[in-house]
């Protein structure tokens, strides 16, 4: 089983539940800058940040860091690694989301590099995973074919990330509003490859004041069901 760092609030139970998913060649560790916003943001919070599934094989020896799932070899060798490491991810969520008795639409995913892949792939694949999701610096491996139902996607990059350049996916990102997606996109200057503290911030100003359509729709139902409850006169 992948090891994780947890922080569950001492008194009661959490009401929230992030997981947050590192990059390739690094652990848990690169996730506490966020993982430190969130806390703060959100005290009742419960917060794993779990190790990738295998060593990093990028370096010879493995290096000290961790992989989702190997990129070497060619484009179709890397694609079937990322599908083959899907299933395990949502395991993972589930595990944690039945462990503290959290309802998916209360689970979030943050991911950075690798592990915003995993994070935006898993939810096209799996409907009723998370509410949200939370990816810096990352990408879509391919082209997205529907919008996840009732799922609010954040998208935090550097517009000076040379690693996974910008376009590509504010191109996705418009084909996922066309689709009917919750989802933001912002794209800041003088920001490179990295989860940086403009990037944090801005990812939990978008977590304070975005309202999923899937609120709205049950603000506009409750309000016309009031309608027809009221005498007429």
Same mark, same amino acid.
């Given at each position: ?30 996730? +506490? ?11 009742? !919070? ?49 595990? @944690? ?6 309802? @998916?639409? +209360? ?33 879509? !491996?391919?082209?997205?074919?529907? !919008? ?74 409750? !309000? ?10």
């Amino acid at each position: 089983m992948t090891q994780a760092h947890v922080l569950i609030p001492k008194d009661g139970s959490p009401d929230l539940l992030f997981v947050l998913l590192h990059g390739a060649g690094a652990d848990a560790e690169q996730m +506490r800058p966020l993982a430190e916003a969130l806390h703060r943001q959100y005290p009742r !919070a419960a917060l794993v940040l779990p190790e990738g599934f295998e060593p990093f094989d990028a370096i010879p020896g493995g290096g000290a860091g961790f992989q989702w799932y190997s990129e070497q070899g060619d484009d179709a060798a890397k694609a079937a690694r990322l599908t083959a490491a899907v299933p395990e991810l949502i395991a993972l969520v589930r595990r @944690w989301a039945a462990k503290l008795e959290m309802s @998916w639409e +209360r689970v979030a995913l943050g991911g950075f590099s690798q592990g915003a892949i995993l994070a935006l792939e898993a939810l096209q694949q799996e409907e009723q995973l998370a509410g949200r999701v939370l990816a810096f610096g990352g990408a879509y !491996a391919y082209w997205p074919q529907h !919008a996840p139902k009732d799922v609010s996607i954040h998208l935090l990059h550097g517009k000076d990330d040379a690693e996974l350049p910008y376009p590509a996916l504010l191109n996705a990102a418009r084909e996922l509003m066309a689709l009917g997606a919750d989802i933001t996109a912002d794209v800041l200057p003088k920001v490179g490859h990295e989860l940086h503290p403009e990037l944090i911030e801005r990812a939990m100003e978008q977590l304070r004041t975005f309202i999923p359509a899937r609120l709205w729709r049950e603000a506009v139902l409750a !309000a016309a069901e009031q309608d027809k409850s009221e005498p007429r006169h």
